[in-house]
């Protein structure tokens, strides 16, 4: 596609949020089913996000495709008396292999700071868990012009130094757009990914030219193959759409050749 940095594979990842049951794993089977008949092969990772309880079951399911089974969030500790809470160690050992952080529903659900973010990210990477690190501004934030400088510092304060290309992934989710159908212009877009970009390269150098970074908030089929061709915009976080195996697939073939 036009847009995309030759040397990184783009990921198309689904945030299943508080949706889905057991019997839901009908829909990743439906999902592993049509990337194992892709011909050519999508070029382009696949992951979904379940809520913690049915990691264990979409793990065995995924297992032998090519579909990454990730949470939705981490304590920042490996064990304790933390009740309701679950450590990236134990997302790991029900076979996930990536952990969304600082969701901004977790930042406004929970009151998540971007500290406790970073030692969210840490976590996961401490566990060996790739960390999506969300961030992404409100419509007054962005309304007031402050788009570059709220991503900017939630960028800074919310990922470690541990951070690399391959344990850490970028979700840029303006959150007025999330479940709303609103999308920012692609100029827009462009500009927000632009300038994470130089700040992943002016802290991490070569790991931060090579590290993805998603959009996420309202991606839709109808959407996606515009939204994934903008310069710096290195895969999709998907929501609602992601729940659908058709849905989802639509998005994960806005990377299909031809
Ligand atoms: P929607 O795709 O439903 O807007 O949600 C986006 C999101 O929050 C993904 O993490």
Same mark, same amino acid.
């Given at each position: 596609?036009?847009?995309?940095?030759?040397?990184?594979?783009?990921?198309?990842?689904?945030?299943?949020?508080?949706?889905?049951?057991?019997?839901?794993? %009908?829909?990743?089977?439906?999902?592993?089913?049509?990337?194992?008949?892709?011909?050519?092969?999508?070029?382009?990772?696949?992951?979904?996000?379940?809520?913690?309880?049915?990691?264990?079951?979409?793990?065995?399911?995924?297992?032998?495709?090519?579909? %990454?089974?990730?949470?939705?969030?981490?304590?920042?500790?490996?064990?304790?008396?933390?009740?309701?809470?679950?450590?990236?160690?134990?997302?790991?050992?029900?076979?996930?292999?990536?952990?969304?952080?600082?969701?901004?529903?977790?930042?406004?659900?929970?009151?998540?700071?971007?500290?406790?973010?970073?030692?969210?990210?840490?976590?996961?990477?401490?566990?060996?868990?790739?960390?999506?690190?969300?961030?992404?501004?409100?419509?007054?934030?962005?309304?007031?012009?402050?788009?570059?400088?709220?991503?900017?510092?939630?960028?800074?304060?919310?990922?470690?130094?541990?951070?690399?290309?391959?344990?850490?992934?970028?979700?840029?989710?303006?959150?007025? %757009?999330?479940?709303?159908?609103?999308?920012?212009?692609?100029?827009?877009?462009?500009?927000?990914?632009?300038?994470?970009?130089?700040?992943?390269?002016?802290?991490?150098?070569?790991?931060?030219?090579?590290?993805?970074?998603?959009?996420?908030?309202?991606?839709?089929?109808?959407?996606?193959?515009?939204?994934?061709?903008?310069?710096?915009?290195?895969?999709?976080?998907?929501?609602?759409?992601?729940?659908?195996?058709?849905?989802?697939?639509?998005?994960?073939?806005?990377?299909?050749?031809?």
């Amino acid at each position: 596609m036009a847009g995309q940095a030759k040397n990184i594979r783009p990921l198309v990842a689904g945030n299943w949020k508080m949706n889905g049951v057991k019997a839901s794993a %009908a829909e990743v089977e439906a999902v592993k089913r049509a990337l194992s008949e892709a011909k050519p092969a999508i070029p382009a990772d696949v992951m979904i996000a379940p809520p913690a309880p049915l990691i264990s079951a979409f793990s065995t399911v995924a297992a032998g495709s090519d579909i %990454a089974i990730a949470g939705q969030d981490c304590h920042p500790k490996v064990s304790g008396a933390h009740t309701g809470d679950v450590s990236a160690e134990m997302l790991k050992d029900a076979g996930a292999e990536a952990v969304i952080v600082g969701h901004s529903e977790r930042r406004s659900d929970h009151g998540e700071s971007s500290a406790v973010v970073n030692a969210k990210a840490s976590a996961a990477h401490r566990a060996g868990l790739t960390a999506i690190v969300c961030i992404g501004e409100t419509r007054g934030e962005r309304d007031a012009g402050l788009t570059i400088k709220v991503a900017g510092r939630q960028l800074k304060d919310s990922l470690p130094q541990s951070s690399t290309a391959a344990n850490t992934v970028v979700a840029y989710e303006p959150v007025w %757009a999330i479940g709303t159908g609103l999308v920012p212009s692609t100029a827009d877009v462009a500009e927000v990914h632009a300038a994470i970009r130089a700040d992943l390269i002016n802290r991490f150098g070569d790991e931060g030219a090579a590290m993805r970074i998603l959009y996420g908030g309202s991606v839709k089929p109808d959407n996606a193959r515009e939204l994934l061709a903008i310069a710096n915009v290195n895969g999709a976080l998907v929501g609602g759409a992601s729940l659908k195996a058709s849905d989802f697939l639509a998005i994960v073939r806005a990377y299909q050749r031809g």
